[in-house]
């Protein structure tokens, strides 16, 4: 294991009451599962809790994006499978940092609670946030069995979608009332078109003129339960039926992963490469939004995509697979289209749509905007992670206290 603090990291929590709070992933890398946890702690009043990040694998540059200096970063370098052998270090651990929350995200950071509760941590929640490739519509009988053994050492859950809690509550055989749904939420000052610009503004670097072109663009992992070969094959789909658009559509993937080279060949064999750009990964995420004129998200599986929410943010119409939350997200025919997972076609018929009448995507994306600012505010969702560990820790009155099971209205038995 490896503990990468800073002196002010170090010292922070001797003496402090501020209860802490351990967020548990596999990795913490560009992704988002991992944005929301950084929103979470950049927003939430840094006077009620501290925080740290524990991560199984490897923590990489994207804790640059933390805005607080009291987050403390541990990597366990974890190689790939069961990792048992891992207890003995992850009790340690939670014994020397003493959190009153372990929060755990998807299933390869659950086997966590185990430890967590051997080491009385008081209080221990586990997320569901999105599906792996191996279980795709849930049915993985493995994985069911998996969450079955650890459920008693879970005080509650969070899922991210009607369709994630349904799956805990039915499957996995959570009680309703350890489940939770929450939403993600989305800076609508980061995301969103200038003051009085209506239109797609010049995206750094990118040798398309939103001016001239219509830029479909896509943000995300390139990994193959976000699929964008699919998008890839709806482009060249949709500029085969309308050859015509080769002068105006463009296609924007931003992102790192395996697949980049595979849709970039795809795109070679099409001689369609100069009408793409694969620039891999960003940082600059709200300036790409503010470049496109239609989002696009591919995914096999999703929870609730951060990145949906940051285009409907933008301004922008979705066109996503109807999958996980996405269907929770777009309004279906109001704010952006819903197609099949899996299938270029349905793909490259709703992008051609949007293409071929533009007055049609900009409602859209008005329509987005306004049902972000009205349901999935970064306000709400912080007063929603804040109010649950307040609850699942008896504080609502507001006193503040110290990690321990003493005084914490949570019992550390199973349950």
């Avoid at 048992?84 to 950071?109: C, G, I, M, Q």
């Avoid at 009205?374 to 609502?396: C, H, I, K, T, W």
Wanted: with cysteine.
């Amino acid at each position: 294991m490896t503990a990468d603090l800073s002196m002010a990291q170090a010292q922070t929590g001797r003496g402090d009451r501020r209860p802490l709070v351990l967020h548990v992933m596999y990795r913490f890398d560009t992704g988002g599962l991992e944005n929301g946890v950084v929103n979470l702690i950049n927003h939430m009043p840094a006077d009620r809790y501290r925080h740290a990040i524990l991560a199984l694998t490897e923590i990489t540059d994207f804790r640059q994006r933390l805005q607080r200096d009291d987050v403390s970063f541990h990597a366990l370098h974890k190689p790939p499978g069961q990792g048992f052998w891992l207890y003995p270090t992850l009790y340690r651990l939670f014994r020397e940092l003493r959190p009153a929350v372990v929060h755990s995200r998807n299933l390869a950071a659950l086997e966590v609670q185990l430890p967590a509760w051997l080491a009385r941590v008081p209080v221990r929640i586990h997320g569901e946030h999105g599906r792996d490739v191996g279980d795709l519509d849930g049915r993985n009988r493995a994985y069911q069995r998996v969450r079955r053994f650890y459920k008693p050492f879970v005080s509650h859950y969070i899922a991210l979608s009607r369709d994630l809690g349904e799956y805990l509550t039915g499957p996995v055989g959570v009680a309703p009332a350890r489940v939770s749904q929450f939403v993600n939420g989305v800076d609508t000052q980061r995301f969103q078109r200038e003051a009085g610009d209506a239109s797609a503004r010049q995206i750094p670097g990118c040798p398309f003129d939103p001016q001239q072109h219509w830029l479909i663009g896509t943000v995300g992992r390139m990994a193959p339960v976000k699929d964008q070969l699919m998008l890839t094959q709806a482009f060249v789909a949709m500029l085969s039926a309308a050859p015509e658009l080769r002068a105006r559509a463009r296609l924007v993937m931003i992102g790192e992963g395996p697949l980049r080279a595979q849709c970039q060949a795809l795109l070679d064999q099409a001689g369609l490469s100069e009408l793409a750009w694969l620039p891999g990964e960003r940082s600059d995420v709200p300036a790409v939004m503010r470049g496109l004129h239609v989002f696009a998200l591919p995914s096999m599986a999703e929870g609730i995509s951060n990145t949906i929410l940051e285009a409907m943010a933008s301004g922008l119409p979705v066109v996503a697979t109807e999958v996980g939350g996405n269907a929770d997200l777009v309004s279906a025919q109001i704010s952006g289209l819903l197609v099949p997972a899996g299938e270029p076609g349905p793909m490259a018929t709703a992008l051609l749509r949007l293409t071929r009448e533009p007055a049609l995507a900009a409602s859209m994306g008005e329509a987005g905007r306004q049902r972000v600012e009205r349901d999935f505010s970064m306000r709400a969702m912080v007063a929603r992670y804040q109010g649950l560990y307040d609850r699942l820790l008896g504080r609502e009155g507001g006193a503040g206290r110290t990690g321990g099971t003493a005084g914490t209205g949570q019992s550390s038995q199973p349950g």
